[in-house]
């Protein structure tokens, strides 16, 4: 060490302890904003919660009482659900194509850059897409429409972690498999996809929680509604939208409702992320 | 991580042929067989559904988009800087600037803090506090583009303003710096995306800088570099390609972001003049008007182009992006 601070020069020692305090500060600069959104939401949420907020519904009223965002919560969580039933059976079975069948060919390569391409997709373009394909001349608004672009959202999320889960599954668990004489779907449904659980059981509720928050697949997909309703058949209400549309009114009841309810989705996806996290810790150890 | 597929035993189908050409007694009847074929099949045509798919979906987009192309032309409605709605004149100059102005302000502002993050986790970082900033960086991306744009619209469009002030009359000497400020503007709107890009640039950053060798760092330190000198000549050189792609897969994330931009940007259908004016990116003006524009079809087609473009660039970025990542990866190959 001696030798060392003996060849360092003072200005270039300076220089050093200069630009790491640079990279600590620029650290704690971008944490700010995350300490200012995380203490807004508590101090002007909490206000707003009560237990009939959780309970009511939006009532629609401009100037009395706005109601409470259950309908929302329900909405949120039956159009998520369902997203999840579609995109997991397609994004496994793609990603169980691209490991387990597909090889290094070039039709399992366009695949996955197809799938990388979906990633890049803005939110709003699936939204447009749902709306021009299924919407327009084909009924109008309804929930399992929005659940079907948020499916589109979270496919490639589901794909790619899931491939990256499957290829780590040992191959020599599918040999040992093969050489007793197992055919190969037995070797996928019995071997892989057990081994792979929990990996997988991590990707899907981290894709979910990126879904839940999302506004623009939803706005004119599922749009909004006040009632609480579990028919995927009409309108349905979701947090994120109606979010989006308190905050666009001049209402301070309104604007309030709409930090309560962020706070809510907000809790709603930290719990999901850290049940992801402790899915995939248990599959660590 | 590609994986070379191993192919020896596990692709090889159950039951082969016998060197001799004829019947293995090991070999399953073909009608056992079939389960395995239908699962193959199956699952290959789901990975071709995809393909269809995007396919599909920009051939819906452009036919959609058709009628707003063919009535101002391909150039003249990306490039003229008219929207009116009350006219029914659609060119989307002002949306298309906006979107680039608001994700340059982003990259400006949140790829230095997002390289400087991971380089400070990766090589600077006490080990004790490594796990706890990791999380924390990445909880930023767990909020919702909507949240941000609560918080932009209540939080950050007041107690800024002062501060956008002093700054527009301080480095008025500056092109397209000066004047009043509006409330919320392509300022607002970047400083949102500069937030909601950093996570991402951050992590893939973080990855990228992973995989410099540890022999190169060490060396680097071993002829008496310091620490930061480490960083500059074994690092960033190695991580630059790397971290090109990260900033552009930022870039394609800041051009799509709609609902936080539609919230604090203003929703002004002109090019503003200056940093802190209002404007209208290409997704906000798609959230904003698509409710009223069902009703007519020509509206409608022009937000469906907007889309479209949209979609065209981001495919854009996000393939230069991979090519980055990809030229990164194939040098940690060689190294």
Known sequence: ?285 | MQREPDRGLTHVEAGTLTPGGGRSSLERSSLRRLPDRLLKWGLTALAAAILALIVYFFVRLADESSAAFSRFGVFGFTFDDNWDVSKNIYGALPLLVGTLITSVIALVIGVPIAVATALYLNELCPRRARGVLTTLVELLAAVPSVVYGLWGVFFLIPRLKPVEQWLSDTFSFLPFVGGPVAGPSYFIAGLILAIMILPIVSAISREVIATVPVEQKEAALALGATRWEMIRIAILPHARAGITGAAMLGLGRAIGETIAVTLVIGNAPTIGKQLFDQGYSLAAVIANEFGEAAATPIHRSALIAAGLVLFVLTLLINGGARAFVIRGERRRGQA
């Open chain 1, 1 to 285: 060490m001696s030798a060392l601070s003996f060849t360092t020069s003072p200005r270039r020692r300076r220089t050093d302890a200069v630009m790491r305090g640079v990279l600590l500060a620029a650290t704690l600069v971008a944490l700010v904003p995350l300490v200012l959104v995380i203490y807004m939401l508590i101090s002007k949420g909490i206000g707003a919660w009560s237990w009939s907020f959780f309970t009511t519904d939006p009532t629609g009223s401009f100037l009395g009482d706005p109601g409470g965002i259950k309908s929302a919560i329900v909405g949120t969580v039956a159009m998520v659900l369902l997203a999840t039933v579609i995109a997991v059976p397609v994004g496994v079975g793609v990603a169980l194509y691209l490991t387990e069948f597909g090889g290094g060919s070039w039709f399992s390569k366009a695949v996955r850059y197809f799938v990388d391409v979906l990633t890049g997709v803005p939110s709003i373009v699936f939204g447009l897409f749902i709306y021009i394909t299924l919407v327009i001349g084909h009924g109008g608004f309804a929930g399992w429409k929005g659940s079907i672009a948020l499916a589109l959202l979270m496919l490639p999320v589901v794909t790619r972690s899931a491939e990256v889960v499957l290829l780590l599954v040992p191959n020599g668990l599918r040999e040992a498999a093969l050489a007793l004489g197992a055919p190969r779907w037995r070797v996928v449904a019995r071997v892989v996809l057990p081994t792979a659980l929990p990996g997988l059981v991590t990707g899907v509720l981290l894709a979910l929680a990126r879904a839940a928050g999302e506004t623009a697949p939803l706005l004119f997909t599922a749009v909004a509604a006040n009632a609480t309703t579990l028919n995927f058949g009409g309108r349905m209400n979701s947090l994120p939208l109606q979010i989006f549309n308190d905050v666009q009114q001049a209402q301070d009841r309104l604007v309030q409702r709409a930090w309560g309810a962020a706070l809510t989705l907000v809790v709603m996806i930290l719990l999901t992320t850290l049940i992801a996290r402790l899915a995939s810790r248990r599959s660590t150890t």
